[in-house]
């Protein structure tokens, strides 16, 4: 059986953007989503570094999309979830669940 790889909140997080805008899912848009879920601002670099550890890992796989004039000629770069991504994902989110079932946050503790 294959160990199923442990993922940073960030790799949560970029997962589940590429979840939500299949099959169009690119570096600008995955940042955009994060930012309208979370209200955190994220850096280009801090989702392409992810994108590129994730795309290493098996967990995602990439595909070439149009040229635009916009882009300067440049093609997007879309992204998918693979199984191997799927199960990692589904695993993380459980575990998370398991971890905080029956607690309420009450606030910071002094």
């Known amino acids: 059986m294959t160990k199923i790889p442990d993922l940073t909140l960030k ?3 970029v997962l589940l953007a590429i979840v939500i805008q299949h099959p169009n899912a690119y570096g600008v848009s995955i940042r955009d ?9 994220e850096s280009f670099g801090s ?7 994730l795309e290493d890992r098996g967990m995602i796989a990439s595909r ?3 040229v635009t004039a916009a882009r300067g000629g440049r093609k997007k770069q879309y992204y998918t979830i693979t199984s191997r991504g799927q199960m ?3 695993a993380s989110l ?6 905080r079932g029956g607690i309420e946050v ?3 503790l002094a």
């Not at 459980?94 to 971890?99: E, G, K, N, P, Q």
């Open 88 to 90: 990692a994902l589904q």
């Open 106 to 108: 009450k606030g910071a």
């Open 11 to 13: 790799d949560q997080q």
């Open 64 to 66: 070439e999309g149009e």
């Open 47 to 53: 989702i392409y570094a992810v994108l590129e550890r």
């Open 33 to 41: 989503e994060i930012k309208k879920r979370t209200e955190r601002d």
């Open 94 to 99: 459980r575990a998370v669940d398991a971890m």
